[in-house]
């Protein structure tokens, strides 16, 4: 059975600056995410991993490309309605749960603020009802309902943020680096309380990081960027123990293990850039796992 | 044995604030060998960064009060010293690598000024001969075209290349010590791995001690001979490097290393995760500070602080369970199974190398 593709994007472009000299932020990328998996998105500052996210859920007027969100172009919305009737579907998580609270409201003004917007509750009651029940899904006590953002720890926040991007109960999430700004004991709280909130809710999960041992951790496949373009796609697993594109060899040679034996043995794999001449071309050089790169590039991979 | 640089005997730091006195360090005691690097980790709020900063005497006071225990640096106090003593000692001996290269260098003035100002305060080199040195310092630090990099701006380099200009500014004048407080944490993992590369051949070729401070375990295993794991402004265990990943004997140790998956985890398992959160350090628990998070707490853990309990020549953890009387816990079976994984038969684990 062909598993569902909740999210297509084809050709995806996202330039800025001035047309005649624009800086290509993201420029033609094509992927697709099954329902119920996350897809990891890796690569280094700069390569636009955070700006495809941000193309997608529509944070930025996207300069050219699809993006199918269940079957749907998302990209050529224009109507406010339209608009708000995708955004209770695809919610997004943010980086720096310091900077994505409003400090000047409470958690259950944060939380609830969406069903504020959309409609979505009869009365005071059922609106602090729901706001409790996602406090407590997310692991927090409904007393913290009336608490400012300052009151809470990095971890709290964070969990603050993720009920916030619970509450219009959607199906697809994005998450930008949303472990980044915590400490690493929090971190695998936060990890373990997303993948806990995926198997109930049958969510599927953008991921965008650039913790390489964390992402293959979370992920079922991993979307591998570089300047712009994916240079490599394909199961978690697979990228890890058999990467193909040599700027995805180049990076897990660096990331570094908490194995002192092993770290002393370390030899990091340079990656010089090599100019793109020529259509790129993608490759499957096995089932589900992908490669781009010229033919010529291809070739001298020995791929 | 090669000769102490640094001894830190049970240093205290407290911070006034509004609520209450904050006890930042209690009690903290390592000592620092030449040419050894030592990790100091632990969660934000441990204490790691106040520690270093102690060091350096770059805790304004008021609101820091040091308030008890010597920083004894080539075997002389560093504790009561006044401000322009510092001075003499702060660049010289002692320098810094900050965590954040985009904030700490000058983004108006030049580069090589910001070199050079350091050789000329304290004397290193003539006026003539600073630029020339520091022209040869930003090539030794890997930067490509050192004399047009000489006269241009922090904002004209990249994240990487800014941090090594920072690393160039802390051995302008050939110091004895070199702190550095999460040189690679705002870094991407390859930048991070030249990073680190580059200082651990400086120290190679220079001699020179460092205190690393970092919540990453990985860059850990990487650079530090010897590791001080700090919880609640203490530190719970320290040991050389592999007596702290392969044989970790205290329950955030454990709780450390098991939170972070490495390359080899399976997305089925759930990580280890240290349940609650850090204690207030303006009224810290009685007892052991890291038993209301730890699983294994014994009775005696709510009553009494643990001693340093020795495992080895060079290797200590404050935790009860060492005692000769407690029950014996093992290391739980995630963090041991990683362990085995590491290890291999034949591997040279505890003769190895240093000290």
Redesign the interface.
């Known amino acids: 059975m062909e598993r569902k593709k909740i999210l297509e994007v084809k050709g995806l472009k996202q330039y800025f600056g001035t047309a005649s000299n624009p800086i290509k932020a993201v420029d033609d990328i094509s992927f697709y995410v099954y329902e119920g998996e996350t897809l990891g998105l890796v690569g280094e500052s700069g390569c636009g991993k955070s700006t495809t996210g941000r193309s997608i859920i529509r944070l930025y007027d996207v300069t050219d490309g699809e993006i199918l969100f269940n079957g749907e172009n998302i990209a050529s919305i224009k109507a406010r309605k339209d608009l708000k009737k995708f955004n209770k579907d695809m919610q997004m998580i943010f980086q720096d749960p310091y900077a994505s609270l409003n400090p000047r409201m409470t958690a259950s003004e944060i939380i609830g603020e969406a069903f504020d917007i959309h409609g979505m509750y009869k009365d005071k009651k059922e609106r602090r009802e729901k706001v409790a029940e996602l406090l407590e899904a997310v692991g927090l006590s409904r007393l913290h309902a009336s608490r400012y953002a300052h009151e809470f720890s990095g971890g709290q926040r964070q969990r603050i943020g993720i009920a916030r991007a619970l509450s219009l109960d959607p199906s697809f999430i994005i998450a930008d680096e949303p472990i980044s700004a915590l400490d690493v004991s929090i971190q695998a709280q936060v990890v373990n309380l997303l993948k806990q909130l995926q198997r109930e809710r049958n969510l599927t999960y953008l991921f965008i990081a650039h913790d390489l041992s964390m992402v293959k951790y979370i992920s079922d496949r991993i979307a591998v960027m570089y300047r712009g373009r994916i240079v490599e796609l394909g199961p978690a697993d697979e990228i890890y123990n058999e990467p193909k594109h040599p700027y995805t060899k180049s990076l897990l040679s660096a990331v570094p293990q908490p194995d002192p034996l092993s770290e002393r043995k370390r030899q990091r794999i340079p990656y010089t850039h090599e100019e793109v001449d020529g259509d790129v071309i993608r490759k499957e050089t096995s089932p589900g796992h992908f490669v781009f790169g010229t033919a010529q590039q291809l070739q001298n991979w020995g791929i | 044995m090669r000769p102490k640089l640094v001894e830190v005997k049970d240093l205290h730091i407290h911070f006034k604030t509004y609520a209450g006195i904050v006890q930042a360090v209690r009690g903290v005691s390592f000592e620092l060998y030449e040419g050894e690097t030592l990790a100091i980790v632990g969660?934000?709020g441990s204490g790691k960064s106040v520690t270093s900063n102690a060091l350096m005497k770059l805790i304004p006071q008021p609101p820091g009060i040091y308030a008890g225990g010597e920083i004894l640096f080539n075997g002389r106090d560093l504790v009561p010293l006044n401000d322009k003593e510092m001075a003499k000692i702060r660049g010289n001996d002692i320098a810094m690598i900050f965590q954040d290269p985009m904030t700490s260098l000058n983004p108006t003035m030049k580069i090589g000024k910001q070199i050079t100002e350091v050789m000329l305060q304290h004397n290193a080199a003539s006026r003539s001969d600073a630029k020339a040195r520091a022209v040869e310092l930003l090539h030794q630090v890997g930067i490509p075209m050192p004399e047009k990099r000489y006269n241009q701006y922090p904002h004209e380099l990249s994240?990487g290349m800014r941090q090594r200009v920072v690393i160039a500014i802390a051995l302008a004048a050939d110091p004895k010590l070199l702190i550095a407080d999460e040189p690679t944490t705002a870094l991407?993992?390859?930048?991070?791995?030249?990073i680190?590369?580059l200082m651990k051949d400086i120290q190679k070729k220079r001699n020179t001690s460092v205190i690393f401070i970092t919540?990453?375990?990985?860059?850990?295993?990487?650079v530090?001979d010897r590791v001080a794991v700090m919880y609640a402004g203490q530190i719970v265990e320290y040991g050389t490097?592999?007596e702290i990943?392969?044989n970790p004997k205290h329950p955030y140790t454990w709780?450390?290393?098991?939170?972070?998956?490495?390359?080899n985890?399976s997305?089925d398992d759930?990580?280890?995760?240290?349940?609650g959160?850090p204690p207030n350090l303006i009224s810290p628990p009685k007892g052991d500070a890291f038993a209301p998070r730890n699983e294994h707490a014994l009775a005696i853990d709510y009553e009494q602080e643990p001693p340093m309990f020795k495992v080895s020549e060079t290797h200590y953890a404050k935790t009860w369970l060492l005692h000769p009387d407690a029950p014996k816990i093992p290391v739980p079976l995630a963090v041991q199974q990683r362990i085995d994984s590491?290890?291999q038969e034949g591997?040279d684990?505890w003769n190895a190398k240093k000290f």
């Open positions: 969660e934000s994240g991407d993992v390859t930048i991070q791995a030249q680190l590369e919540h990453d375990l990985g860059v850990v295993a990487n530090a490097v592999n990943f392969y709780g450390l290393l098991g939170s972070m998956p490495d390359l985890s997305a759930l990580l280890r995760t240290i349940p959160s590491y290890v591997d684990v």
